[in-house]
């Protein structure tokens, strides 16, 4: 992992940008968006850049860069198509440990901009560390198609009924399953409206979602391309993963949902080991090496009806 992923909150915060052409533009559209006090320090600034300062948006500057402009900001980005000089204005931002970005110049960046999918406050980001940004650009047009329209009402409605489930459900895992139920309802996936999601919110509620332990278990071959969407789903629900070979089940094991609980366990253990989860109500994901599935396993999948996915 070249970078580590962060969002950071920018809100009342003030932010420099060094430089007025149209990278400047596209930076200080975001940076607004996300509520910076943005100042912009160039001698001469787009037209664009002109009408935010006009109507006090910003706060522009005109004049050339110098090392005490940094001072008492909170984060740094150099815009300018002068090398050289977003070199400096790195290595000085550098000294006084502020957060500084070149544009187009990872080796000179503490942080780096991803490319952007905003449903929000649902928000997306994708990066290649600066390798390809075509490629980047390329995935983001295929997730923009795949991720619903309607998600920031979802977020939004669901951010609201945090505490109301509370008087419903007393833990964590309680709600959790609550909320993985709601959000699967073909009704909520289709909602355009906060009505629609309340019925169906104070519906789920009479139901009081009951919590069952599961199993699947998935054959892992040599590609994973290969997986079935079966496989991905039942992968994303389960609570803890049991797997057998975690050097050649790494890619696997990563694709299983982030918080689940992992755990590595011998192929005769595993029936026994997947059984006390099970009795536990646990949603068990089983990672074994295709051809080594062992009868008691087999056995204990027919009879808690739990999936079994060979590879392919």
């Not at 060094?18 to 320090?41: F, H, P, S, W, Y």
């Not at 994708?126 to 490629?135: E, H, M, N, T, W």
């Amino acid at each position: 992992m070249d970078y580590f992923p962060v969002f950071t909150r920018l809100a009342h915060k003030p932010v420099l940008v060094i430089g007025g052409g149209d990278v400047a533009c596209r930076k200080v559209d975001l940076l607004l968006r996300a509520g910076a006090e943005v100042t912009l320090v160039s001698p001469r600034i787009h037209p664009a850049l002109q009408k935010l300062a006009s109507q006090e948006q910003i706060n522009w500057r005109a004049e050339s860069y110098q090392p005490s402009i940094l001072n008492g900001f909170y984060q740094v980005w150099t815009t300018t198509d002068d090398r050289e000089l977003n070199t400096r204005i790195f290595h000085d931002a550098q000294q006084k440990k502020l957060w500084v970005n070149a544009v187009d110049d990872p080796a000179h960046c503490d942080f780096i901009t991803p490319s952007i999918i905003d449903r929000s406050p649902i928000q997306v980001a994708i990066s290649s560390g600066g390798a390809s940004p075509v490629l980047v650009r390329y995935l983001r047009e295929k997730l923009e198609t795949q991720l619903a329209q309607n998600l920031s009402l979802l977020a939004d409605y669901a951010g609201k009924q945090r505490e109301r489930l509370k008087s419903y459900y007393q833990t964590v895992d309680e709600r959790r399953h609550f909320w993985e139920q709601f959000f699967r309802l073909p009704q909520v996936e289709n909602a355009q409206s906060e009505a629609t999601l309340e019925a169906a919110f104070t519906q789920l509620l009479d139901q009081k979602v009951q919590h069952f332990g599961s199993i699947c278990v998935i054959e892992t071959g040599d590609d994973v391309e290969m997986l079935p969407l079966k496989a991905l789903r039942l992968m994303q629900q389960a609570e803890m993963v049991l797997y057998t070979n975690e050097h050649s089940q790494a890619v696997f094991i990563d694709l299983c949902r982030r918080d689940a609980d992992r755990a590595h366990v011998t192929t005769e253990l595993l029936a026994e080991k997947a059984g006390q989860l099970l009795d536990q109500s646990v949603r068990v994901c089983v990672l074994i090496e295709k051809g080594m599935v062992p009868e008691s396993l087999i056995q204990l999948c027919r009879q808690h009806e739990g999936e079994l996915v060979p590879a392919f």
